[in-house]
């Protein structure tokens, strides 16, 4: 499979100038002489400078602006400060961090009435949250943005608004919305005679126009786009709409005419030193020899752009030079090498998915420690609570000693209101000690939910664990063999004979079997955790039941060379969940197969009333036997040919032995040869 051609699509954004370092210097050189709001604005200036160079000076600086805008208590600077240090947490892509400043900072812009820096913390929040692919909230603050700045007749600001409303609409594939928006900016660009913003506008218009299949009208928009961008000097702009015209002729299947604009574009980013879109525009004309049966060019420049992959480190654009030098080296017939990018392709391709599972991880845990949090705040106030009701009973306990002094000294005469003075005192006593009970009381009871509920998160963050390691090995391991012997198959599927073609075949169909019996296993697993498994008890005849399920292992039996044999009764009736008792059998006779050595032998039969499934193999250790009885937790172990699992088996059966009224009872033979797996407990039925 070759790999795909990529459309380049500009957003508008402002960048910092190439005179940006000789600005910053001179700044940093009268910084010391100033003071205050001066001080401040400077501040901000150095930091928007040193953004694109100098990540840590621009944090520095924006940090700096800030804290001095905090302590001269100005809301204005506050809120400018907070945008420009969430623009530096956006240049490393820390969407989150900046999305939490952006939305402080809103809180004192609209203090202050900074409308236009209102406007451009909505329209950033807009940009992280499409980084984020949240295009709804994406979409919802861009539109926020664009009403504030046609309120304020802000051209530039409009064309930001629509560009980025355009994006969102366009990566959602509603490509007519988009083309909508693209040409209100080219029409705003067209007024105020920018010749930049105009090459903008155009190439995003032919990238619409591509994706609806309207090539030559695509070709055309490209073509004035490149014309506006040779007269505003826009290199990097220029680089990519001649890249986008070699694509759309490759489209039409004008190779020549592609190379030549694809060459061109690659010199244009050789040029801008742009490695990224350097490696793109050999993948490109990769592509395009690929396609004129020059597979030869095409891994020659296929091999050029995975040593720029390799020199800035990018795993997508390696996995996909990875995968088109393996098809081209198939082409040429050379399969060593097809093979050698095959095996760099899949593991790649692995380290971007530990990668995603890994921010994924990350994720749950901090969503853990917010609730622990949210728990402990509530803890606390619960405990704060409390101390105001021993601060009112101390309160209560004063006025009454006091109470008691005045009454000594007060005439005899007024003793008897005194008297009923001192029952309603005592009455209010044991109402408050009462509240203050309760108040214990419901504490009490809110630590040992607060306790029971971190216990609860810390088993389902390891439960969240397992699962991702069973993920990721357990089934992208199968998955993976699938992928390749497929593709050997699509790739090959002339030169491969039919003794070839059928082992193939057969190990597509081995690696199925356990994939299958996997996601069942996971299937009810989650069943279970959810409490919900719908149990329907039936009278069941216990041999049909035996061979019906060891019918899904006789290919995987005969294969491994392994013997099985039956031994109960046609008369043997039990009351039982059908679904249930062909998951628990085929669990059971899938883990006796799987530490049956070759030759060996799996026993089914029935004895005092037990239903025993046995097997010759090395035998499960006391311990072991244990550990999967007593435990709640996974335990995996290899077969005698390297069978994995997951673990999830034998935890199955026992669950659901338990809710049919039966039980599993695990016994090591006594020559220490084997183990059997007795069913107890069973219902039977006449």
Request: net charge positive; hydrophobic share 40%.
């Amino acid at each position: 499979m070759i790999v795909r051609l990529i459309l380049i699509i500009q957003f508008f954004v402002v960048t910092v100038s190439f005179s940006q370092k000789r600005l910053a210097d001179s700044l940093e050189k009268i910084l010391p002489t100033l003071k205050d709001t001066s001080r401040i604005r400077v501040l901000i200036k150095l930091s928007t400078a040193y953004r694109q160079s100098d990540f840590d000076k621009s944090l520095m600086y924006a940090q700096t602006a800030l804290t001095e805008s905090e302590k001269a208590k100005s809301d204005y600077f506050i809120g400018h400060a907070g945008v420009t240090l969430g623009n530096v947490m956006m240049n490393k892509s820390k969407y989150d961090t900046a999305i939490i400043i952006y939305n402080n900072a809103i809180k004192y812009l609209e203090k202050s009435g900074n409308k236009k820096g209102n406007a451009d913390a909505f329209n950033n929040i807009s940009y992280a949250n499409y980084f984020k692919a949240n295009y709804v909230v994406a979409l919802e603050y861009a539109l926020k943005s664009l009403a504030i700045r046609e309120q304020l007749k802000d051209t530039f600001g409009v064309i930001g608004s629509n560009t980025n409303i355009a994006n969102i609409y366009y990566v959602q594939k509603e490509y007519k919305k988009a083309l909508d928006y693209y040409q209100k900016n080219l029409t705003l660009a067209e007024t105020i005679s920018d010749d930049y913003l105009q090459g903008v506008a155009l190439n995003n218009i032919g990238g619409v126009y591509a994706e609806l299949k309207n090539i030559e009208k695509a070709i055309d928009y490209f073509k004035r786009a490149i014309e506006k961008r040779k007269k505003a000097g826009d290199k990097k702009g220029l680089a990519g709409s001649t890249v986008n015209i070699g694509v759309m002729y490759f489209e039409l299947k004008k190779f020549n005419e592609a190379e030549q604009y694809l060459l061109e574009g690659l010199k244009l980013k050789q040029q801008l030193k742009d490695k990224y879109g350097t490696a793109h525009a050999l993948l490109n004309l990769a592509q395009n020899s690929s396609s004129k049966n020059k597979n030869k060019d095409a891994i020659s420049y296929l091999l050029t752009a995975g040593k720029i992959a390799d020199s800035i480190g990018s795993e997508e654009l390696k996995s996909d030079i990875y995968k088109a030098l393996s098809d081209n080296y198939a082409s040429e017939n050379n399969f060593r090498e097809a093979y050698n990018y095959r095996l760099l392709f899949n593991s790649v391709k692995d380290s971007v998915f530990n990668r995603e599972k890994q921010s994924s991880i990350n994720e749950m845990q901090t969503k853990f420690e917010t609730e622990k949090k949210e728990k402990e705040n509530l803890l606390l106030k619960q405990e704060a609570e409390i101390n105001n009701l021993k601060m009112e009973e101390q309160q209560s306990k004063t006025f009454r000693l006091y109470a008691g002094l005045l009454l000594l000294v007060v005439m005899l005469a007024i003793s008897i209101y005194a008297y009923r003075t001192k029952i309603q005192s005592n009455k209010m006593l044991a109402t408050i000690n009462g509240q203050i009970a309760k108040q214990n009381d419901t504490l009490k009871k809110l630590n040992t939910q607060l306790i029971e509920s971190e216990d609860n998160l810390l088993n389902l963050n390891a439960t969240k664990d397992k699962l991702f390691s069973i993920i990721s090995h357990d089934i992208s391991n199968p998955v993976n063999a699938i992928v390749n012997y497929n593709q050997l198959i699509l790739n090959n599927s002339k030169k491969l004979s039919n003794d070839e073609l059928i082992s193939a075949i057969a190990k597509i169909d081995q690696s199925v079997q356990p994939l299958q019996e996997l996601i069942n296993n996971l299937l009810h697993w989650s069943i279970l955790q959810r409490n919900n498994p719908n149990i329907v008890k039936s009278t069941i005849n216990l041999a049909d039941a035996v061979s019906q399920s060891i019918a899904v292992f006789n290919n995987y039996a005969q294969l491994k060379s392994v013997k099985i044999t039956i031994d109960v009764s046609s008369n043997m009736h039990i009351l039982f969940d059908a679904n249930i008792l062909q998951l628990v059998l085929r669990n059971l006779i899938s883990n006796a197969l799987k530490f049956t050595p070759a030759e060996g032998e799996v026993k089914i039969y029935e004895q005092n009333n037990f239903l025993i499934v046995e097997d010759n193999g090395a035998g499960m250790s006391e311990e072991k036997i244990n550990a999967v009885l007593s435990s709640n937790q996974l335990h995996s172990s290899a077969g005698t040919n390297n069978e994995k699992g997951t673990g999830l088996g034998l935890t199955l059966v026992t669950e659901y032995l338990k809710l049919n009224g039966a039980k599993l009872a695990i016994k090591r033979n006594e020559n220490n040869t084997g183990t059997q797996f007795m069913i107890t407990n069973l219902l039977f039925s006449n």
